[in-house]
RNA sequence: GCGCCCAUAGUUUAAUGGAUAAAACUUUGGAUUGCGGAUCCAAGAAUAAAGGUUCGAUUCCUUUUGGGCGCACCA
């Protein structure tokens, strides 16, 4: 429809012999306005010419009902219900066309999301990217591009060093052993991990030797160390593919640290002189010549940073999946670090130029505090949703439920604002189930289906004629629902599922509105329109990973 | 010190350079012999400061103030 317009004006604008001019064309901010609006007439300076013209073009007058001049020259242009509802149920149908161009012109796209380290406790930090990731990767699929999941993993390096080392003390103070922790459960491991990661660092400065000995001999391999490597390295895994199955998120591939770290040293070592040099003993990558600044990718030690390993990620990701475009997910804390290795991974190799993007997430912070997994002030991922969960148990009717407007919850207050945005995480606004909220949006989903139900009408509603007795409440949903399509395909292309999740808000308190104020039963009109706005909020909850139970 | 990001009701967040800046939480007052009251309706309150760009600025530019983050052997 929009291209209707787009060109209807095009051809007004032409012949009324006025330059070619940038005109944009959007949905009004109030819909008493109309359905569309140009701001042609502004910028041209003849409204009322151009209004003219446009009520005379064939192609507009099918489907408009009522164009008009408005405000500061705003040209307003309203739609024919019968073409609105015609437009609904080919969203209905058709679920989301495909993206025209794609993202960026690009097709196989790599989301690489969550990165949590081994050895360390999942915090609500890594939960923000985890949602998002799942969240984008759905609505990419969905306008048409071929995704791949993917993780990259901390699994090696100075930090499970220091998580060992600090276990192992907290074992001996408690007269337990690494066999004894193995009948703990899951999260019960991940737990003492985390506190032996406080340990360590807390320990650090005294014990700094015996720290890096340790970090060097995981690296080796060393026989005397490796088997309680093996065996915590499973225990942080296991720990988060628990965590990946709840959110409902299935990688494609796990990358690991420690695969890369051999090949990502190497290219360092065989590019020395042209793009890394020494200095001080260490191999560095001098960023100033570009803008940017120097870091150090292998250590005085020989051991490669994280820097380093990168250069072995990107290549291996690419052999794995030839991706058009790899997008990190990652906090912007890393900003900075993103441009230099993505600037030194075009000069290893050409083809990565315009391919690897990083996508800067905002900071959590707790209310006060920052959060910090080096002195434990954190909010792990378990003991929020068990906070959530208690809260929302003597409202689920069955533990299905429960889980979905558990999980849902969180995910929806992590999705409704953007992710660049930095938050302030408030537990109590999480927890809570009113206004603005995942269970807000579950429960019109399973409201509008209940009232299906009881119309006898579960399945499919057919369209029917409307007319004006529905209610003005009524077609202010219709005129909101038809543009679930081009929300999703503006969500793709600017890797914000935030606007899904406004979208489908809005359309849930329109909904909400409606159905206070009419009775929908008997009435075909409005039956259709309540299957139409069950399927968008389902649809919609979808895209951003959350499911809609039919009763709750 | 240098660089990047941010600043909107009491609080947490919206608003491709557009019309009367939108919600939620909180507060106060209302709505059910009607299909799920986890709902709905109503009231109050905001663009940090000063310039500039233009038909028009919360949005773009400059300065100031106040925050966050990064800047060599951590990830």
Redesign the pocket.
Known sequence: MKQIIEAAIKKVLIDLKLKPVN????H???M???DF???AG??T?QPQEICDRLKTEPTLAKIASKIDV???????ISIQIPVLITQVNQVLKDGVTRLRQGFGGRRKIMVEFA?P?THKEMHIGHMRTLIVGEALARILTAAGAQVFRANY????????A?SIWGTEKILTEEKSSWQQAEKLSLTEKAHLLGRGYVRGNQDYEANKKEM?RL?VKIYAHDKNIESVYRQTRKWSLDYYASFYERFGTKYDRLFF?SEVAGPGKQSVLNNLGQVFKK??????F?GENYGL????F????G???????DMGLAPLQFKVFPFDRCIHVV???????FQVIIKALELLDKKFIGREYHL?M??V?L?GK?ISS?TGEIITVDGLLEKVKEN?K????NQE??EA?TVG?VKYSVL???????????I??TV??????G??L???Y??A???????GVSGKVRPCWYSDEVGP?AILLLRTLYRFEEVVV?AAQ?L?P??IA?FI??V???F??F????????NDF??WL?GATAGIIKRGLNLLGIDA????
Request: glycine letters at 8%; aromatic letters at 6%.
């Open positions: 005109f944009s064309v959007e009004p901010e109030n008493s306005w109309g609006s140009t701001n502004i910028i300076h408005a405000g500061a020259g705003f040209i307003n990165h380290n993993q901390g699994d090696i390096g100075p930090h499970v220091k890096d970090n640290e200095s001080d003993g260490a191999v560095v001098p600044h120097t870091r150090v292998v250590t005085q030690d051991n490669p940073t994280y820097e380093a390993k906090a912007n804390e890393q900003t900075g670090y800067s905002g900071m912070n209310i920052k080096r929302l003597s409202l689920a009717k439920a429960l407007v919850a409704k604002t953007g992710c660049q945005q930095d938050v302030a995480f408030d109590k606004k809570s189930l009113d206004g603005n909220s269970p807000y579950q429960y019109t399973a409201r289906k209940s009232v299906l139900e009881k119309a409440s503006q600017e914000a935030n606007l406004n808000y809005d849930a308190q329109k909400n509105g159905y206070n104020k009419h009775k929908i039963v008997g409005r039956l309540t139970p039919e009763k709750m």
